[in-house]
């Protein structure tokens, strides 16, 4: 690995760009010249370099992490480390669910309190400014059943920055909580395209079925920017609705390459969806039925399946 020193600002945001979506192993080695560059000179080099820390949630890094939102100038810095200690955030709601004691567990109970604690104090502090409120917002969404997180992302889907909309609804999707689908489904065709793409992620990372109409009136859109169709395709897939099976069948013949393969991807969530809950449904059945009284969908329905 080349020596710090040496490397330019292009070499350090390409490797930790590298680091992040998966391209380098993180290793030893990276995780030194990592650290090396959370405190680098440029804003920008820091700001990548604590987006890193997701990949690495120890609790070591939490001291640090309240140190730079707290004293770095530069407010890209900031939301990226309060993005950081979300991190903290959904593992301390994985230990929740599966318990402290479980081996699986990487934070411990005072450590999920204190960072939750900071992120409460950031996201309803009135001196704030609201482009740092709204990254503690979303960084408290994954605490799901807390009426205090709920009303936070309430206020910040009623206020009048469009910012902190935006982050609503991203924050609706990682909370999951159903009260949020009538203003998901409502923004389904926000004339804000910002706001529109989280609202079509939104329906699709909750699931609701609700939203497959609408999901399909804009994939045949034309007039809809690519981006936000692919969207919707894949979204449609995620609602696991008994309508979106022939849409995206149909989708899988394309013209358009990408369509095609996001039509794919969005048949295999489809099915997992379906699959899931096909299990539920058998659990609920219980062992008195014999598998001939439950239909076999893979063989009678999608047997014939074939991708081109």
Not at 185 to 203: K, R, T, V, Y
């Amino acid at each position: 690995m080349p020596r710090l020193a040496k490397l330019s600002k292009k070499q350090k945001i390409t490797f930790l760009a590298d680091l992040e979506h998966g391209y380098r192993p993180f290793d030893k080695h990276a995780l030194k010249l990592l650290q090396s560059l959370l405190d680098d000179g440029d804003a920008e080099v820091r700001a990548e370099a604590i987006a890193c820390l997701w990949l690495d949630p120890d609790p070591r890094w939490i001291d640090m992490l309240i140190k730079k939102v707290d004293d770095d100038i530069h407010a890209d810095v900031r939301a990226h480390a309060i993005s950081a200690l979300g991190r903290y955030v959904y593992e301390g709601e994985i230990a929740v669910e599966d318990g402290w004691e479980s081996p699986e567990v990487s934070i411990q109970t005072d450590d999920y309190t204190r960072v939750c604690d900071f992120l409460f104090r950031i996201a309803q502090d009135v001196d704030e400014p609201l482009e740092t409120r709204r990254y503690a917002i979303e960084a408290l969404a994954f605490r799901t059943d807390d009426a205090e997180v709920l009303d936070l992302i309430e206020w910040a889907y009623q206020h009048k920055d469009r910012r902190l909309k935006v982050s609503a609804i991203f924050a609706m999707a990682r909370n999951g909580d159903p009260r949020f689908y009538k203003a998901i489904l409502s923004e389904l065709h926000s004339g804000d395209p910002e706001i529109q793409h989280e609202a079509i992620h939104a329906a699709g990372e909750m699931g609701i079925p609700e939203a497959a109409r609408a999901l399909t009136e804009l994939i045949r859109d034309k007039s809809l920017r690519k981006s936000l169709r692919l969207l919707s395709i894949y979204a449609l897939g995620q609602t696991g609705h008994e309508s979106a099976y022939a849409v995206l069948d149909q989708l899988t013949h394309s013209r358009d390459r990408d369509v095609r393969q996001v039509a794919q991807d969005a048949i295999e969530e489809w099915l997992l969806v379906n699959s899931e809950q096909m299990e539920m449904d058998r659990a609920d059945l219980g062992d008195d039925f014999a598998s001939d009284d439950f239909p076999d969908i893979w063989n009678d329905e999608f047997g014939t399946f074939s991708r081109n």
